[in-house]
């Protein structure tokens, strides 16, 4: 029974910390340090990796926040972030509105305005590369497209495609 008076407690109780161990076959340098192979040579221990039947995505602690929740187009599946990625801004990264240098206009301002309560002077729509995982865990890159506005933030984030496909290097 998780002891009610510290929530930490409860938290510990209810998801307890797997179980590491050392990894002997990490490659070290000349000093014993570990010189490449990802998690400091500890792997995880026990069963984790889903919680009632839903994966659990791989990223893990304050970058994580960095990442928009974005998915797939006409899918439910989650774009899964290169932890430690920045993005790739173009020098044409404003598409539309406030800022763009071709003077292109949001073709969905009115919507945004409504939805947003923000006046439509200060949107505009952004675009940016991002490295991901793809399917089979190998490191790709997509084009995200997004509204943003100093009053709201970043909003509706997406994955553009062209001729369906999503990753850039498939785009030739």
């Known amino acids: 029974m998780p002891n009610e008076s510290d929530p930490h407690l409860i938290y510990k109780e209810c998801f307890p910390r797997p179980e590491l161990r050392y990894d002997e076959n990490q490659p070290r340098d000349d000093h014993g340090r570990f010189t490449s192979g990802g998690?400091?040579?500890?792997t995880s221990g026990g069963d984790g990796g889903?919680?009632?039947g839903e994966?659990?995505?791989p990223s893990i602690g304050g970058s994580a926040s960095s990442y928009p929740i974005v998915y797939y187009p006409g899918t439910d599946v989650q774009v899964r972030f290169v932890v430690g990625s920045r993005p790739q801004y173009p020098p044409d990264h404003t598409m539309a509105g406030y800022g763009c240098k071709t003077g292109r206009q949001i073709d969905d301002i009115d919507r945004l305005v409504d939805t947003y309560n923000?006046?439509?002077?200060?949107?505009?729509k952004e675009k940016a590369r991002f490295q991901v995982y793809d399917e089979y865990g190998e490191i790709r890159e997509v084009e995200l497209h997004w509204y943003?506005?100093?009053?709201i933030g970043k909003v509706e984030y997406k994955v553009k495609s062209r001729g369906g496909y999503v990753y850039v290097d498939e785009w030739d």
């Open 148 to 151: 943003q506005h100093p009053d």
């Open 55 to 57: 994966e659990i995505l």
């Open 39 to 42: 998690n400091s040579g500890l």
């Open 50 to 52: 889903t919680i009632e």
């Open 118 to 124: 923000a006046d439509a002077v200060h949107w505009h």
